[in-house]
DNA sequence: GCCCCGGATGTAACCGGTTACATTTTCCCG
DNA sequence: CGGGAAAATGTAACCGGTTACATCCGGGGC
């Protein structure tokens, strides 16, 4: 491999007159600059950026955590990540399929040194306890952590009210049978979708109904089998399903139609995140938007923030949601 | 940012010794090698790899250049390229959204001295001229490239033969008027899908219908225009699309479904990739099989050989793809 | 008691750059 | 043409590790 050497040897010149060319600094004289560039240019030489990387101690790069990569979710979130990143001149360390804390905070490890900063989802995963594992002074941003730390910059979406504007919605339309397909278990996004289904309820007069709330675990097959369970318990029917995402949406619509139930009339469905698929499902699906790259890109933009400017402080975002009413939620007054 | 030089002075031992015990070599007394270990520990030291790397000349860290981020296709294709890296304890740098050849050229230069090899994706540029810009013996990997390079190994999908596999079925159903949707120009996939399509009509004694072809950009939008468009010319209507990839076939069971055409009744629709969420449409699509997830895989494996065995031969691979066909496109005898 | 050997640890060069500081060159002006 | 400041370049330490080689030490065999 060709380094700095060889080009300063080729060129006559010193090594440091190479790195200077190299790093921008613009006190290299016209003459000098382009023989070292022509003889770089021969060499086919690219300065190291990773030696560079250890004396400036800047690496340009953002390691990002994952909890999985599977799916349109998480797809636009790595795409919102990128677009900031790329903005700023960031590279991006990708890990994902992170299921317990062990694994992140051994990831998180093998990170040092070849990023500037963090942005870790961790829905599942306590991020205290991973916090702490962390040297200090590491800039880091959590994205739908659950909890809310002091000094740890996050940024998540507006689940509870989310949710809850949807099932409010749903019960305008005169539904009061409404089930729901929750998440995987101590997954926040889930517990805080449940919660606000749970609080419409509430607030219109009623009562919970545990024979109403399927667990799913968030894919396409979950919904699915959701469905048919519900299906199958005859005695328990509800007339709108809210699925705590896209996903189960999905395979919620699939179990429908493959038993015959028309949607929006014999149950009306909706779901959550409103990933770009959801508007050509057939019916269209309502969903609560969530701006899924935004949340990437806000969360990369605070790093960002943070790792240019040591002082910058810790602030903790959340993003509205917003109501998409499609066909699958059907006209008023049809329950 | 504690170093091996503050452990090596609170566990009085000299940096070697430390050095030793991190990068595993078994020779330190079980004794020191406990105090070091502890010292480590209450000092939150963690090696820096980046410094490792310099002196080993290995990364354990792999390139990813993606021309796009977006949809259900490259979140797949990097689910795979993720599982196989991790497999083998590789990290992975991703960089995305490179239309030009000199967006790339430089991604690809910027990751020097990061990466241990490339896996490249550029179904749209002249992966040659790429490939001339690297230094000799970096690894690196071709995905749906547009040219077979002597000496760069390449892992591909069977295109057309999966396309004219398609056709043929839909002619098999009666179909004479097959309509497609292809691909953004000079795209490699698109083109050879549409050789496939082409040839499919041309040995079924088909003449091209130059009205038939229409072209879109792998977007589910355009997959949507495009059909709107061919709704719109009364003169020339197909009996069935195909569209080259499922983001434009799901656009186009929209534009269909909006129109109030009946699918497959009016028109049978097939794609090509077979994401996940195919099978969840309405009707559920029918496409051709790619095996996306083990593209990325089968790549990257490839690609950890030659890191790992510099004498490893560059290999050509192309992967089969399979008809899958589902209720879009309609019981045989219908057209 | 001496020598040799092997295991444990230390010393220092090195990986490929950057940069503070020293040195040389250039150039302007009297 | 000499002097001195500014500009250009060189020297060498340093970033945080790894590792070849040197050194030290204890124990076994004679």
Redesign the pocket.
């Known amino acids: ?5 060889d080009v ?1 040897r080729q060129a ?9 060319v ?2 921008g ?1 613009n ?7 382009k023989r070292i560039r022509d003889v770089a240019a021969r060499l086919r ?4 950026v ?3 990387s ?4 800047k690496t340009n790069t953002l390691g990002v955590l994952l909890p999985d990569l599977y799916g349109e979710f998480f797809s636009e979130i790595i795409r919102g990540i990128d677009a900031a990143a790329r903005r700023s001149g960031y590279h991006l360390l990708v890990s994902s399929s992170h299921s317990d804390s062990r694994e992140v905070a051994s990831a998180m490890r093998s990170m040092r ?1 070849r990023v500037d900063g963090l942005v870790l989802m961790s829905p599942d995963l306590d991020a205290k306890a991973l916090v702490a594992t962390l040297p200090e002074g590491h800039p880091l941003i959590l994205l739908n952590a659950s909890v809310k730390q002091r000094g740890v910059a996050s940024v998540r979406i507006g689940n509870s009210r989310g949710a809850k504007a949807m099932v409010q919605h749903l019960l305008e339309h005169g539904h009061s049978r409404i089930a729901i397909i929750s998440g995987a278990k101590h997954n926040i996004d889930s517990e805080q979708r449940r919660n606000g289904y749970r609080a419409a309820l509430a607030e219109a007069g009623i009562s919970p109904d545990s024979r109403l709330e399927v667990e799913g675990d968030f894919t396409e097959d979950s919904g699915y089998e959701a469905v048919r369970k519900m299906l199958a318990n005859r005695s328990c029917r509800p007339t709108a399903i809210f699925a705590a995402n896209d996903a189960m949406a999905i395979g919620a619509l699939s179990a429908l139609r493959e038993a015959g139930a028309r949607v929006p009339d014999d149950f009306a469905v909706a779901g959550f995140d409103d990933i770009p698929i959801a508007r050509h499902m057939t019916p269209p699906l309502s969903s609560v938007h969530v701006p899924i790259a935004d949340l990437g890109e806000r969360a990369t933009e605070n790093l960002i923030a943070a790792v240019s400017n040591p002082k910058h402080r810790a602030r903790h975002e959340i993003l509205r949601t917003a109501l998409v009413i499609r066909e699958s939620c059907g006209p008023p007054g049809h329950a």
């Open positions: 491999m060709v380094t700095i050497k300063a006559d010149v010193s090594v440091a007159t190479v790195s200077r190299f790093s600094a006190v290299v004289r016209e003459e000098t600059s030489y690219t300065p190291h990773g030696a560079r250890l004396t400036t101690s040194g």
